[in-house]
């Protein structure tokens, strides 16, 4: 089933046909033009993932690893309040009850050599890249309009996809995955035209996961749609994976795509364009998010208290 989340919270009811979604909820209805979205609902629901499944990323049955999202090395793991996504955009503060994790956000999804192979192989530049930029913001005094940060995007690009793979609680039959997982460890393999990833400064220390949603392609306008299939957040840069051209004038990192894993490029960084830190899944009169199981298993982590 899907899950609808807007500004109004109250009783929403759905339906699906050929033709058309359509959404009420107390005070609005919004019919939503059908259009492919890649995304096939007929999960392998698990439940909760036990210490043998199957891997996210070569879907083999094994015994399971934990994989820290984001990858260890980029961030200190320290003890983190989580809530479900759905939890942080619907629910009141006296409601907010939250699960607590000593060491980072983390899902136990992948196989032992999938983990190994994602962690030695693009893990390293990803960190690198997090830590030089923070290491950048922490240093300027005057804040430009932009910097270029010199980082192998390539690496970069496969990191993050990685990474969004095993940040899925239910493994599921949506397209999108099965071209990234086609994609993720073959280095001649070039990553499909219609996956996109934009990315923009992100100052602050929650960490948001979010996977496999649709969300209006122009905040404000319900004409059109796009399926946004990840989104990944942490100090000091964050990503959205989708199938639009372009979106809210981000920076895109797809660019580089059929660059060579060892080359280098200089990539652009916005420093005065600050979002809102629970941007763009927020919803409100210009944005609602529709989502499947998965919605459960997306989080929004915040430092724990001492």
């Known amino acids: 089933m899907f899950q609808i989340v807007n500004s109004i919270q109250g009783k929403a009811r759905i339906t699906i046909d050929a033709s058309f979604l359509s959404f009420r909820s107390t005070s609005r209805c919004l019919s939503l033009p059908s259009q492919k979205l890649a995304m096939d609902i007929r999960y392998i629901n ?38 479900t996504i759905l939890q942080c955009l619907t629910a009141n503060s006296d409601e907010q009850k939250s699960r607590i994790s000593q060491n980072g956000v983390k899902y136990r999804t992948l196989c032992k050599q999938c983990n190994a192979r994602l962690g030695h192989s693009y893990d390293p530049l990803l960190n690198e890249f997090a830590l030089g930029v923070g290491r950048v913001l922490k240093s300027i005094v005057k804040v430009p309009p932009v910097i270029h940060y010199r980082t192998q995007p390539a690496a970069l690009i496969r990191a993050i996809l990685g990474h969004l793979l095993a940040a899925k609680a239910f493994i599921d039959n949506v397209d999108v995955d099965q071209k990234i997982r086609d994609f993720l460890f073959d280095e001649q393999a070039h990553l499909p035209e219609d996956i996109k990833i934009f990315y923009w400064i992100y100052p602050y220390q ?73 941007w763009p899944e927020i919803t409100n009169d210009g944005n609602f998010i529709v989502g499947g199981l998965n919605l459960e298993g997306s989080i929004y982590a915040r430092p724990r208290k001492t």
């Open 46 to 83: 698990q439940g909760k993932r036990g210490k043998v499944g199957l891997c996210n990323i070569c879907k083999q049955s094994a015994s399971l690893s934990w994989d820290h999202v984001p990858p260890k090395g980029g961030i200190d793991l320290t003890p983190v309040d989580q809530l």
């Open 206 to 278: 929650e960490i948001v996961v979010v996977r496999d949603i649709v969300m209006p392609a122009i905040r404000g306008n319900f004409s059109k749609f796009g399926f946004f299939s990840g989104i990944l957040k942490y100090f000091p840069i964050a990503y959205l994976v989708c199938n639009l051209e372009k979106y809210e004038g981000l920076d895109e990192l797809t660019v580089y795509r059929n660059i060579k894993l060892e080359e280098v490029a200089e990539i652009p960084i916005h420093l005065t364009s600050i979002k809102h830190p629970l």
